[in-house]
């Protein structure tokens, strides 16, 4: 694997881990690192980019470098968070593999996200300079959401989310993790996308997790 490829891929990952962190963190305490969240909100309207860089702030994507290092680390003792984060990851990739394999539901997505790439970015420009109140204005957040719950909630195995029942009764709380675990599943396309396989998490994991180390 060339050494751009892995970099590549490793912020892919970051992304993806990014997004399982917070959904944690949200299912678990009702909070999160909004200038995380609204970096990876903001890559689900960008559609037409030129490189990785387009699609991910790299500084705003700390958190799921250091998600990667924590979880896929050599260490004994993993915390519970990370087990959950982990367990979240993959379940979010065999998703992604089963969404890829319906022509029918992907080009759905993808029809509704070049729908919403339009709405959104005409009404609100400053929504893919990534401003952050603008991301993560509730109405936005709420169309990902609807978009999750319509295409993609209906016709696969349902992701189970472990947190703080008080926390997960909150609407607010179940839009803001619809919406992530789409952004999450858009990381997951760009990392296949990149020529990322299941398979380099097992043979590649340490050269991974050094290339996450060397961003924090």
């Not at 970096?39 to 860089?53: A, K």
């Not at 680390?73 to 982990?86: A, F, K, N, P």
């Not at 957040?141 to 189970?160: H, V």
């Not at 919406?179 to 990149?194: E, G, H, N, T």
Request: glycine content about 4%; overall charge negative.
């Amino acid at each position: 694997m060339a050494d751009n490829n892995l970099e590549s891929e490793t912020e892919a990952l970051a992304a993806l881990f990014l997004c399982c962190a917070q959904i944690q963190r949200i299912a678990s305490t009702g909070y999160m690192d909004e200038a995380a969240v609204a970096c990876v909100i903001r890559s689900l309207l960008v559609t037409n980019p030129s490189t990785i860089d387009d699609i991910y702030d790299n500084a705003a994507l700390r958190t799921g470098y250091q998600a990667l290092v924590d979880c896929l680390g050599r260490t004994s003792l993993r915390s519970l968070e990370c087990v959950e984060i982990t367990k979240s990851a993959f379940k979010v990739m065999e998703l992604e593999n089963q969404l890829e394999r319906s022509d029918k539901l992907f080009d759905e997505l993808g029809a509704k996200i070049d729908s919403l790439h339009d709405s959104i970015c005409q009404e609100c420009p400053e929504f893919l300079e990534g401003v952050t109140s603008k991301v993560l204005d509730q109405r936005y957040i709420r169309m990902f959401a609807d978009t999750y719950a319509s295409i993609i909630s209906p016709n696969f195995s349902k992701l189970i989310i472990v947190g703080q029942e008080e926390c997960l009764r909150r609407t607010e709380n179940q839009e803001k993790i619809r919406a992530l675990l789409l952004a999450a599943v858009r990381s997951v396309v760009l990392w296949r996308q990149l020529g990322g396989k299941r398979r380099f998490l097992v043979f590649r994991r340490g050269a991974i997790v050094k290339c996450a180390q060397q961003h924090l």
